[in-house]
């Protein structure tokens, strides 16, 4: 039986990819895997039989057999221990692969959300002139360290790896906002994740629930 994941029925992101399924998805068009799809409404994913899923109440979550995760990131590294294509064979690549997995969330996915709920949610405050700058100095800083480590190496550690899916989808919040075209090597980045055949199919996926979704 293939696994099965949930994504939004309507997601906010309007089909843009930037819903944290897409993450999954493509970990599982990079290892091949096949896969199910069921679709949640906002309501539902506060209903008992999602929380018994994802305490959160949150997309995605990842069911297989009796096996049931919740968290992008853990269920990509799952996936990725459990079939080629997404880390290194050798033992210490490996183990810098998955730090990469865990900057990706832990250091440059916060300050971006934050400062782009702040743009979505906070216009309207009387504090939020006043935070912005505070807010895009710690984004500047981040792509920055980014942008020197990555220098003009096609990914961030040798080959793709899982580190490079996660760090991509979190750059791509960035779009429209300007500050990743202050980086080049950054923009160029994201482009080559962008065009890989199994980043293709699983936007593809996506965007087709948006399309189904609008009609």
Excluded: C
Excluded at 15 to 28: E, K, S
Excluded at 39 to 47: P, T, V, Y
Excluded at 75 to 95: E, F, K, N, T, V
Aim: glycine fraction near 8%.
């Amino acid at each position: 039986m293939d696994p099965t994941i949930t994504a939004f029925q309507h997601s906010p992101d309007r089909g843009r990819g930037l819903a944290r399924d897409m993450r999954v998805r493509w970990a599982l068009e990079e290892t091949g895997q096949a896969y199910d799809v069921r679709l949640l409404s906002f309501a539902e994913m506060k209903q008992p039989a999602h929380l018994a899923l994802n305490p959160f109440g949150q997309i995605p979550t990842y069911e297989e057999g009796d096996l049931t995760l919740f968290e992008s990131g853990a269920i990509i590294l799952h996936l990725a221990q459990r079939h080629p294509g997404l880390l290194p064979a050798q033992a210490d690549a490996r183990a810098r692969a998955i730090s990469w997995m865990f900057a990706a969330l832990n250091t440059m996915e916060p300050p971006i959300v934050e400062f782009g709920m702040a743009k979505l949610f906070e216009r309207d405050k009387p504090w939020f002139e006043q935070r912005q700058p505070m807010l895009e100095d710690r984004v500047r800083t981040r792509l920055g360290q980014l942008s020197a480590r990555l220098g003009d190496a096609d990914w961030l550690d040798g080959a793709f790896s899982a580190g490079d899916l996660l760090m991509v989808t979190v750059l791509r919040r960035l779009d429209g906002h300007g500050m990743l075209e202050e980086h080049p090597n950054l923009v160029a980045y994201v482009a080559r994740g962008e065009g890989r055949p199994a980043y293709q199919r699983a936007f593809a996926a996506q965007l087709a629930v948006f399309a189904a979704g609008a009609t």
